[in-house]
């Protein structure tokens, strides 16, 4: 008879929170600190350690607890569900953020992007500046970037539970 795994949820929430704690803190100091709005390759690589941290821990800490098992599918639920949860987390304090505590982030992000785009346009008519003017208002609303980190935290989180469950899964012998 084939022995069962162990359910995923008390691994996907326990990490999934440590996901969204670890971020929020670091993104609270960030904020502390006046770098909010900056966005450069340590800020990127900080997240990054921070998600493949929690996956990792959450399917060795799942694979112990389930006699030393995990398949690939446990793998990517795990992984995929605490990147998301983890980022739902995250995504409730930047609402918070920006609607409540700072809403004038939005602003600081807009001017970020109008000087970038003077500073990159060859191209430096008014009609052209107005016309990315817009359309970078439309991506520096609150909902756009949510929906765009939601699914980075989809895109990621799968990647990363490929990559870390192909090194740790371990198939249970049908025969035992």
Not at 42 to 70: D, E
């Amino acid at each position: 008879m084939k022995s069962k795994s162990i359910p995923i949820k008390k691994h996907l929430l326990q990490f999934s929170f440590l996901l969204g704690i670890s971020i929020i803190t670091y993104l609270i100091i960030r904020y502390i600190t006046g770098n909010y709005t900056t966005k450069n390759i340590f800020h990127k690589i900080t997240l990054l350690i921070l998600a493949l941290s929690s996956i990792t821990i959450g399917l060795f800490s799942y694979k112990k607890n389930n006699n030393g098992f995990i398949s690939l599918l446990e793998a990517l639920k795990i992984g995929i569900g605490v990147t998301v949860l983890g980022g739902l987390m995250v995504t409730i304090w930047e609402i918070i953020l920006l609607k409540v505590i700072d809403p004038d982030i939005i602003t600081q992000l807009e001017e970020i992007q109008i000087k970038k785009i003077a500073e990159n346009s060859s191209d430096f008519t008014q009609e052209n500046i107005e016309r990315k003017l817009a359309v970078t208002q439309k991506f520096t609303s609150p909902w756009i970037m949510i929906l765009a980190a939601f699914i980075e935290d989809i895109i990621v989180g799968f990647f990363l539970s490929l990559i870390v469950g192909l090194l740790v899964r371990k198939k249970r012998d049908p025969f035992k």
